[in-house]
């Protein structure tokens, strides 16, 4: 069988647009000879549609673009993914997909294992599907599933179901397996899907077509890199990563193709690069502005900015005080000319210098702190955010993992913004990202990249005054946030006793901060934010 994959990058909610979508590869795939046209999981709705299902008009709205898109199918059939009412006892809706042919009834399946972990809440909405048969499909039998349908135990966090859609689709006669996702990006991630698409191929001695969502919806990045594997398990189609793309799969193919997996620096740097890009365009926004600082992460973000928006497109403003250095400044100018972009130099001394004045009689006596320090970043905030108001920039946040993760940020300072591009990367990872970008000429200055990283809000300031240095922190962060491990068992990996405690409190105590930063691009197994909830107010210590 000739199946075209439709890898499509809905917007949520944008009923008439993903039609329009779906509608056009459909026409494109069949007039190049498919027999069967597949969408990603909820192609129709743009996934998660979270509670805008409860909406009064959304479902029926929904189900209204589903009967147009049967009035427009041709000669091949269409998969394609919706969300459907449960008109039974349990959940409200099934998250689902319908088969579409000219001329004959909607043909509907759901999806049987719901993911509730991590990012994913479908038990909040949707009843699983249960007992699915096959469609019989140009005389063949295509078993359908959806998204989680095909993660086997080996794939996932833990054994969670007491049911394996695949297998009881291969029991009832399916020939060929296909599967409708939305599978959000991560590093690494599509090779595993690769090899669980493979693995899961060889076991039944069934062909696999897979066909992935590609954007970016609010905090999730979808990288697309659709996959079809013939019986063996052997790789007959990849669609490109992080882009829309289409293709026919021939079932029958002989010739087999190597996995394409970019190096992690050109992944991750594309991944935010998409969820800045989608992110501005869902929410009308056409144009972005950030501080630079001269540092390394505002550097990044700028790049990354670039790269989404073009550089018309991006605004970056310089706001030193009296503690910026001089080669900080420069680094900042040197940054915005090699990217080519608008840059503002407003210095905030005198303001900084005014504003502390007030509170001159009142803090009478008592030694300067982080409360002078965070007067600037909170003065940089407001000055980014009048030019956000005025020139209607969406502003963006340059803060990395790892500070956020201990609180090396300030609350209504430099957490203020729009979208926090790089909340989910590493400082480690930030190093990596620079290098790669500078591996064919030198974008970010070089001694952006050498000189000792620092917030620059008092005299001769470095990161490392108050931090571990970042390549053990970074491991203790990854220990404790993303595997979960207690204080306890990451000492018992040969770390220092004292630097983890301190590790574990500065997490905890920064709770509040993260709750009221701005949303993350999430690209790691574990982001702060969407997928992980943990108390502000607790006094538990592991």
């Given at each position: ?14 009923l ?5 979508k ?35 008009r ?36 099934h ?102 698409v ?55 193919a ?33 144009s ?68 502390r ?95 000792p ?7 001769n ?41 301190w ?14 930063a ?9 982001a ?15």
């Amino acid at each position: 069988m000739k199946i075209g994959l439709a890898q499509l990058n809905p917007t949520v909610g944008d009923l008439r647009g993903n039609f329009e979508k779906i509608a056009s590869a459909y026409d494109r795939l069949v007039a190049a000879g498919a027999d069967l046209v597949l969408t990603p999981e909820l192609a129709i709705t743009g996934y998660p549609p979270q509670d805008l299902v409860f909406k009064s008009r959304f479902v029926p709205e929904t189900l209204a673009t589903l009967e147009r898109l049967h009035a427009r199918v041709s000669k091949a059939p269409l998969l394609v993914g919706f969300v459907d009412r449960n008109e039974g006892r349990g959940k409200p809706f099934h998250n689902a997909a319908a088969l579409l042919e000219s001329g004959q009834p909607i043909r509907k399946t759901y999806k049987s294992l719901l993911p509730t972990y991590d990012v994913f809440d479908e038990d909040r909405y949707f009843e699983p599907g249960r007992g699915a048969e096959p469609f019989a499909v140009c005389g063949k039998k295509v078993g359908v599933t959806i998204c989680e349908d095909i993660w086997t135990e080996h794939y996932l966090p833990r054994p969670l179901y007491d049911v394996e859609p695949v297998r009881g689709l291969i029991e009832r006669g399916a020939e060929i397996i296909v599967n409708l996702s939305a599978s959000p990006f991560g590093l690494h991630k599509p090779a595993v899907r690769h090899e669980m698409v493979g693995a899961l191929a060889r076991t039944y001695q069934r062909p696999i077509c897979y066909c992935n969502a590609v954007g970016g919806n609010d905090q999730l990045v979808f990288d697309g890199t659709s996959i079809a594997v013939n019986s063996s398990g052997a790789l007959i189609a990849q669609l490109q990563s992080f882009r829309e793309d289409e293709a026919i799969v021939d079932t029958e193919a002989g010739a087999t193709i190597e996995f394409r997996e970019g190096e992690m620096p050109e992944a991750l740097f594309a991944a935010l690069s998409l969820g800045v890009r989608d992110y501005l365009r869902k929410c009308d926004f056409k144009s972005a502005v950030l501080g630079l600082s001269g540092g390394i992460d505002s550097a990044v973000v700028a790049t990354i900015a670039v790269d989404a928006l073009g550089a018309e497109n991006v605004v970056g403003v310089s706001m030193p005080t009296q503690y910026s250095s001089r080669g900080s400044i420069d680094d900042a100018l040197a940054l915005a000319r090699n990217l080519g972009i608008k840059c503002f130099q407003i210095p905030i001394g005198k303001a900084f210098e005014t504003f502390r004045a007030q509170f001159s009689e009142i803090f009478s006596g008592l030694p300067e702190d982080t409360t002078e320090e965070n007067m600037q970043p909170r003065l940089r905030a407001m000055t980014l955010m009048a030019l956000s108001n005025k020139f209607g920039h969406l502003l963006l946040t340059t803060g990395n993992k790892s500070e956020l993760a201990v609180g090396y940020c300030t609350i209504y300072g430099d957490m203020a913004g729009g979208l926090a591009v790089i909340s989910d990367v590493p400082k480690t990872l930030v190093y990596q990202l620079a290098r790669w970008i500078n591996r064919k000429r030198e974008i970010i200055p070089r001694s952006t990249i050498d000189k000792p990283p620092s917030a620059e809000l008092k005299p001769n300031q470095t990161d490392q005054d108050t931090l571990p240095p970042y390549e053990i922190l970074d491991e203790i962060l990854r220990l404790y946030v993303e595997e979960n491990l207690s204080a306890r068992d990451i000492v018992s990996r040969g770390f220092d006793e004292k630097t983890v405690r301190w590790v574990q409190r500065r997490v905890d105590l920064n709770e509040y901060k993260r709750e009221q930063a701005a949303p993350g691009l999430k690209v790691t197994s574990r982001a702060f934010g969407l997928g992980r909830r943990m108390p502000i107010a607790q006094k538990f210590i592991g």
